[in-house]
């Protein structure tokens, strides 16, 4: 059972992931207008990923014995000034998700709902990952900055991610 309390934090977040969905679709939708389709494809790729952590979230409200509330999702940000920019928003998103699972933990354990905490553990070893992979994109586009060759180089490379539904 989920207490009142915990199942709205558990409603916004799942709206959070897909609000990150719908922020990455609009950074693939950039990079496609600036002719980089390697970043939009792995911008697409996280869209794809984030819809399933909404969809996760959603599952675990149900199974748990709660009310799904899908609420308004903003327009995010559409306009940036180079794919460093993009990263770079991507990864203070990334870190405002993570805060806010950590959160979430932090009032499972509060709590006592040990499913929750099982069930939000892989989120947390989740975040660690995303902060890390937009870090290391956001580091190697700072060392090509002003090299259009290492740009294209980094698109090409980043065009080849795929998208695996996450196993948990």
Same mark, same amino acid.
């Given at each position: 059972m989920l207490s009142p309390e915990l199942e709205?934090?558990?409603?916004?977040?799942?709206?959070?992931? $897909?609000? @990150?969905a719908y922020l990455y679709m609009a950074i693939a939708g950039y990079f496609e207008d600036?002719? %980089?389709?390697? $970043?939009? @494809?792995w911008m697409r790729v996280q869209a794809l990923e984030e819809m399933s952590h909404g969809e996760m %979230?959603?599952? $675990?409200?149900?199974?748990?014995?709660?009310?799904?509330?899908?609420?308004?999702?903003?327009a995010p940000k559409n306009e940036f000034t180079s794919p460093q920019d993009a990263f770079a928003h991507s990864l203070e998103h990334e870190k405002f998700v993570t805060d806010s699972?950590?959160?979430?933990?932090?009032?499972?354990?509060?709590?006592?709902?040990?499913?929750a905490q099982i069930f939000l553990q892989w989120f947390i070893t989740e975040q660690l990952e995303e902060l890390s992979n937009f870090g290391h994109i956001l580091k190697k586009l700072k060392?090509?900055?002003?090299d259009g060759r290492g740009l294209l180089m980094l698109d090409q490379e980043l065009g080849q991610r795929t998208f695996v539904p996450p196993k948990v």
């Amino acid at each position: 059972m989920l207490s009142p309390e915990l199942e709205s934090a558990l409603n916004e977040q799942m709206k959070n992931e $897909f609000f @990150s969905a719908y922020l990455y679709m609009a950074i693939a939708g950039y990079f496609e207008d600036e002719d %980089f389709s390697g $970043f939009a @494809s792995w911008m697409r790729v996280q869209a794809l990923e984030e819809m399933s952590h909404g969809e996760m %979230f959603f599952r $675990f409200i149900c199974e748990a014995g709660g009310r799904t509330d899908l609420r308004a999702i903003e327009a995010p940000k559409n306009e940036f000034t180079s794919p460093q920019d993009a990263f770079a928003h991507s990864l203070e998103h990334e870190k405002f998700v993570t805060d806010s699972i950590n959160k979430l933990m932090d009032q499972a354990k509060a709590e006592g709902n040990h499913a929750a905490q099982i069930f939000l553990q892989w989120f947390i070893t989740e975040q660690l990952e995303e902060l890390s992979n937009f870090g290391h994109i956001l580091k190697k586009l700072k060392m090509v900055e002003g090299d259009g060759r290492g740009l294209l180089m980094l698109d090409q490379e980043l065009g080849q991610r795929t998208f695996v539904p996450p196993k948990v």
